[in-house]
C-alpha cells in the first residue's frame, strides 16, 4: 500500500466539508493547508469551553516551576512541585473533557 500524503489527505477534509460534514482533522498544524485548519484538532480545541481554563492552568504550571527553580527553601520547593503535581492532574482532566466534548458534538 502506498503511503498517505498529508496534501491528499487535506484535500479529502476539503471535499467533506464541501458537504457540511462534520471533521476532525488529526495531524501537526504546521504540516496542514491553510483551508483544513480550522478542522485541525488544535483549532476545534482552542474554541471549546475549556480552552481558557486549559491555558491558565498551563500558565500556574509554569509560573509554579520557575518559582521552584529559583527558590532556595527547601520546603517550599516541595510545596511547588505538589502544586505542580496537582495542577497536572487537573490540566490532564481538563483536556480529556475537552476530547470528549468534541468527540461528542
Same mark, same amino acid.
Given at each position: 500500500? =502506498?503511503?498517505? @500524503? ?16 462534520? %471533521? =476532525? ?22 474554541? @471549546?469551553?475549556?480552552?481558557? %481554563? ?6 500556574? %504550571? ?17 510545596? =511547588?512541585? @505538589? ?23
Amino acid at each position: 500500500a =502506498l503511503p498517505i @500524503s498529508n496534501v491528499a489527505v487535506d484535500n479529502l477534509v476539503e471535499r467533506l466539508a464541501a458537504y457540511k460534514e462534520k %471533521i =476532525l482533522r488529526l495531524g501537526h498544524p504546521a504540516r496542514l493547508l491553510e483551508a483544513v485548519q480550522q478542522h485541525s484538532l488544535d483549532a476545534v480545541l482552542a474554541g @471549546s469551553d475549556n480552552s481558557h %481554563i486549559v491555558a491558565d492552568i498551563r500558565k500556574d %504550571i509554569d509560573r509554579a516551576f520557575l518559582q521552584a527553580k529559583k527558590t532556595q527553601d527547601k520546603g517550599q520547593r516541595f510545596n =511547588l512541585r @505538589s502544586e505542580i503535581k496537582t495542577l497536572r492532574k487537573e490540566l490532564k482532566g481538563r483536556e480529556e473533557a475537552a476530547m470528549l466534548e468534541i468527540g461528542r458534538a
